[in-house]
């Protein structure tokens, strides 16, 4: 059974500093996807990673896959208060090599960003 | 173009009566999806739809829920005789394809609250 974990969980950062999301997952996939979501709101696609190697920047977040690891980051760069919101990857599921939209999200990340 | 429509934005229902959700997808993408997300916590996968077929429903509790994507028409999550734990948002999403290389676009959801 596939299982993705994020971590931090629950992340308080500072106005214009960096930090890193985690997101690890259990088995095999070529492709990873992160959301954004502010409360009481829908899921914003952010990044959508498909292959190995894969880095892809918006603004002041950047996302990277390694699927060797089965690992992918979300790095924040100088964060600002619009930031604050819950992040969540998703790993599809993978049958006879081929991925669908069977997403596995993890628990999510809160991140607040303060002054 | 008109995101994934989902409605009713909110709906409150007494424990024993039905529920219908419904989910027009995104012109041109045949496959729907359907999520459910408890407070404070990341979506789950219910179910997954293309046109007249349901294509994995494993994430589908085994009594009183149901799924169909009718070859006219939005696709419909029906919950019967609902009870309290059915409290959740249900998000509905689509893709062009199954293969998620554009992405899974996501709905506003639908808020149930079951009193």
């Known amino acids: 059974e596939l299982k993705v974990e994020q971590n931090p969980l629950f992340l308080s950062m500072q106005e214009g500093k960096n930090y890193t999301i985690y997101c690890n997952y259990s088995?095999?996939?070529?492709?990873l996807y992160w959301y954004r979501q502010d409360p009481g709101k829908s899921l914003e696609s952010l990044f959508v990673?498909?292959?190995?190697?894969a880095v892809k920047q918006e603004g002041r977040l950047m996302a990277s896959l390694d699927t060797k690891a089965r690992l992918s980051t979300l790095h924040i760069t100088a964060a600002v208060h619009d930031l604050s919101a819950t992040y969540f990857c998703?790993?599809?599921?993978?049958?006879?090599?081929?991925?669908?939209?069977?997403?596995?999200f993890g628990q999510g990340t809160i991140l607040t960003v303060h002054p | 173009n008109a995101g994934v429509m989902q409605n009713p934005r909110h709906l409150v229902r007494r424990r024993g009566q039905e529920a219908r959700l419904r989910c027009s997808p995104m012109?041109?993408?045949?496959?729907v999806y359907w999520y459910r997300q408890l407070p404070e916590e990341g979506l789950k996968f219910m179910v997954y739809?293309?046109?007249?077929?349901?294509?994995?429903e494993s994430g589908m509790p085994k009594e009183r829920f149901s799924a169909e994507f009718p070859k006219e028409g939005p696709s419909i999550l029906r919950i019967q005789q609902v009870v309290r734990g059915d409290s959740a948002a249900y998000f509905c999403?689509?893709?062009?394809?199954?293969?998620?290389?554009?992405?899974?676009?996501f709905g506003s959801g639908t808020r149930l609250t079951v009193v």
């Open positions: 990673l498909l292959s190995n190697g």
């Open positions: 088995t095999t996939s070529d492709r």
């Open positions: 739809l293309q046109k007249e077929n349901i294509i994995d």
């Open positions: 998703a790993v599809p599921t993978n049958a006879g090599g081929t991925s669908y939209g069977k997403l596995t």
């Open positions: 012109k041109g993408h045949s496959h």
């Open positions: 999403a689509s893709s062009p394809r199954g293969q998620g290389n554009y992405g899974y676009t």
